[in-house]
């Protein structure tokens, strides 16, 4: 990417759990190394080591059935091993360290609030937040009741939105530099819904005065779940060609390019 080496890091992160951070996370990792580029993965929800054990399958699949698959670096890092926060964040930044030569770091976080994922949050240069088409999880980013019933000068925040905005200071401050926030519509019904409708024209009055960009939506496919005991993503097998296969390749390279078009614009 960039002449001078320096890795990218890109966190999944939303305070809702279920959302697809993992799922997703694993698949932008692959679809980068799949356009040449170095990537490491560091699972920081590694009690639960959904994005560890993905790939994981993945070694020991290409190994039985003797593929040659791109396989990512994966460090796990499990938050419960420490005694205090600190500790944790002292050691998530050495290992880190060891990841510096990576073009693309890929962060999965837990869908929690602690200081080890708020430091996470501050870390990195894009933070992808998946969100599902409920209006539950909009309740994280903003207040939808208050918006809802009355017209506000300012912003009822929620708590995600409001973490990621201290964030966004912190890093502005101490490091000189701006994090981009891109939340990505997961899950997407193929049939329009009212409710689909609604988060849609929110999200789009919102990402201005939150400050986040919308990336491309991924669709609801049963293919994302299929993959996962295999540690397989949409990008592997030429050979499938059902639509929803071709289609979810589509929407999973459309929204990596856009992150990665994040990236090149900072220059990070
Ligand atoms: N686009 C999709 N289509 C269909 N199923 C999906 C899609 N994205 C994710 N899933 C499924 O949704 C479930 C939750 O996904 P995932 O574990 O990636 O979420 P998460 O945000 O990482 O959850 P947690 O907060 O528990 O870590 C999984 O069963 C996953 O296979
Ligand atoms: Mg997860």
Partial sequence: MDAKKKSHIVVWGNAKGGVGKSTLALHFALQCMYEK???????????????FRSIEN????CKQQNFSLPVPEIVRFCPSAYETAELSIKDLDLLLQTLENFDVIVIDTQGSDTPLGRYVHQKSSVLVSPITESPLDLDLFVNIREIQEQSHLTLPFGSYAHMVWEQRLNKASQAQEHLEWVVVRNRISHQISRT????????????????????????????????????LTVMDRDGLTTLAHITARQEIKSMTQYILSLLKKNKY
């Fill in 37 to 51: 580029l170095s990537v490491a993965c560091f699972d920081a929800d590694g009690d639960q080591g959904t994005l």
């Fill in 58 to 61: 993945r070694r020991q699949y």
């Fill in 196 to 231: 689909q409708l609604h988060m849609e024209k929110i999200l789009k009055s919102l990402a201005p005065r939150v400050g986040f960009h919308i990336g491309p939506s991924i669709g609801d496919r049963s293919i994302f779940r299929e993959l996962f005991s295999y540690g």
